[in-house]
């Protein structure tokens, strides 16, 4: 099994709606990200992929810059290993 495909989405609050609690405010510079690592692997019909997601909160715009460190640096290395061996992705 080889990873095909590193797929990130930025998840944030819609630009007119500001959210405020006691404390925090969450605007539209402020959200998540989701990572989907696609493979090649079958699985009754049907290729598998994993899913992971981080929520910053209250850091200005650090979701657009995860997603611009996942999809320019973490991903080119990715592509093409295997999904199992993550020590050795890491290196």
Same mark, same amino acid.
């Given at each position: 099994?080889?990873? *095909?495909? &590193?797929?990130?989405? &930025?998840?944030? =609050? !819609?630009?007119?709606?500001?959210?405020?609690?006691?404390? /925090? *405010? =969450?605007?539209?510079?402020?959200?998540?990200? @989701? @990572? $989907? &690592? /696609? *493979?090649?692997?079958?699985?009754?019909?049907?290729?598998?992929?994993?899913?992971?997601?981080? =929520? =910053?909160?209250? @850091?200005? #715009?650090?979701?657009?810059? %995860?997603?611009?460190? @996942?999809? #320019?640096?973490?991903? !080119? &290395?990715?592509?093409?290993?295997? !999904? /199992?061996?993550? $020590? %050795?992705?890491?290196?």
């Amino acid at each position: 099994m080889k990873i *095909t495909r &590193v797929e990130t989405i &930025v998840l944030q =609050f !819609p630009a007119e709606r500001t959210i405020k609690d006691a404390i /925090h *405010t =969450f605007g539209a510079d402020r959200g998540g990200l @989701v @990572v $989907k &690592v /696609h *493979t090649d692997g079958d699985y009754a019909g049907a290729a598998l992929a994993g899913w992971g997601y981080i =929520f =910053f909160g209250m @850091v200005r #715009n650090a979701a657009a810059t %995860l997603k611009a460190i @996942v999809d #320019n640096l973490l991903a !080119p &290395v990715m592509v093409g290993e295997d !999904p /199992h061996a993550i $020590k %050795l992705i890491r290196r």
